[in-house]
């Protein structure tokens, strides 16, 4: 995939994961191949690991002025039988922010991840969390949902159904998220949030426009879901004008893996890319993941103009999170990495011998 053709732009991807150290080098050449100028890596949580926050700071150690980290948050008590989080999710907030991290990565939303916690976001669980984020101005990047075809057993795609994302009546309805998170945003309408992959709104261009217009805080990023870019294709002017309109509140990503290959982490640039700075007709390249599929039907590209461009590849994000990475405190980095290998140990899912946390705090003493 030949990025060189697009335009000479400052980029920074919102939402990359990362979960392995042994394959920086390979995170860093994707970030040099996808022509990035900075990257933010996303933990998720872990029945197994707590979360991958450890592997998050070690990025920040060894790059700090290449990659912002969104930290997740320590379920492990509840993982354990508590009804509630230790330390509490207040307390969790306030140890990311010490500890250098830039904001929070919640895919709790994902309908597999919420079958397992059984928390509903409007819940008191969460309800001191979202004060105090909110009182804070720490942003959040928020996973809540997935594509509606996911809920139907006729057209949810294969791929989707082998791996576990076929949703029947044991799950949540789609709109009992958007219902509960509508409760948190009004009960906490400054939050600071960014909808990953388009808030799973983009075949419903008016509720993402009301969206918008009603919370001055949220913010909606690109990362694909195949769907979206269809979805965008299928009435390509009017979601044109919706990108013109709100060019101050969308944000560039991929939700490209370190643990992908070179040319699978390029090559979703290259389609995000693609769709936003050219009017081609195109089809996702066989050079993409899996996760992409390999659909018949091609997608139209926006051709979006220079100035918003510059806005959705970085200065919206900069202008939520900041113009570079928070400072690593590296004592209370090793600190928590040695208190997530303790826990993990407790959880009683991975050897010693695999406990990266303790292996990281190790490595950040050096």
Known sequence: MDLSRFMDLSVVDAHVH??????????????REARYHRVNVVSTISRERVNFNPEALYLKAKHPNLFYAFGGLDYSAVFMGSKQAE???????????EMGFDGIKMVEGKPTLRK?????????FYKEYFIHVESLGFPILFHVNDPEEFWDAEKVPRWAKERGW????????K???????????????????IFAHFYFLSADLERAARLLDKYENVHLDLTPGVEMLYNFSAKLDAWRNFFLSYQDRLVYGTDI?????????????????????TDEKFFVPPSADSLLGQ??????????????????YAENFEGIVGGKPKELNLETAIAECKRIGRTATQLGKIRPEENAALRIASLLKQ
């Open 18 to 31: 990362f979960r392995d150290i042994d394959l920086m080098e390979n995170m860093l050449n994707i970030a």
């Open 87 to 97: 330390p509490s999710l207040p307390e969790q907030v306030d140890n990311l922010m």
């Open 116 to 124: 397992m916690l059984q928390i509903p976001f409007d819940s008191g």
């Open 166 to 173: 076929f949703y029947d009546n044991t799950y949540p309805k």
């Open 175 to 193: 709109e009992q998220f958007y219902t509960e998170v509508e409760n948190v945003l009004n009960r906490c309408p400054n939050l600071k949030v």
């Open 257 to 277: 893996s370190g643990g992908q290959t070179l040319k699978q982490a390029v090559t979703r640039a290259w389609l995000v890319r693609n769709f936003l700075e």
């Open 295 to 312: 659909p018949e039907a091609p997608f139209k590209g926006m051709k979006l103009p220079r100035g918003v461009l510059e806005k959705i």
